[in-house]
């Protein structure tokens, strides 16, 4: 499962893919969650993009979503604060 429980928050791996035709999660693929982005993965605009997606989904602000792993790779790691894990993983059951 790509969610992990910490004490500050949920801990979400996520593999992306740049320069996409539109920002969408696409689902689980392993043991990630799979995000789809127009942005170019330069000067972090395709982790910007990341959060803006991941905070609207999730329904939190997007100071709440920190980039803890990943900067200059596909696989990222966020940590989400003030949701909980049941709630993710309805809004994603919801997606897919």
């Known amino acids: 499962m790509p969610f992990i429980y910490v004490k500050e928050g949920i801990l979400v ?3 992306v893919q740049p320069k996409a035709k539109k920002d969408e999660i696409i ?3 392993g ?8 942005a ?3 000067r972090g605009q395709a982790n910007k993009a990341c959060i803006a ?9 997007e100071k709440n979503i920190i980039l803890i792993s990943g900067k200059t790779s596909h696989q990222k790691i966020f940590k989400i604060i003030g949701i909980d894990i049941k ?3 309805e809004k994603i059951k ?3």
């Open 13 to 15: 791996k996520v593999n």
């Open 87 to 89: 709630n993710i993983k």
């Open 27 to 29: 689902g689980i693929k």
């Open 40 to 42: 170019k993965p330069e």
């Open 31 to 38: 043991k990630r969650l799979k995000i789809k982005v127009r």
């Open 53 to 61: 997606l991941l905070a609207k989904t999730f329904q939190v602000n």
């Open 94 to 96: 919801s997606i897919v």
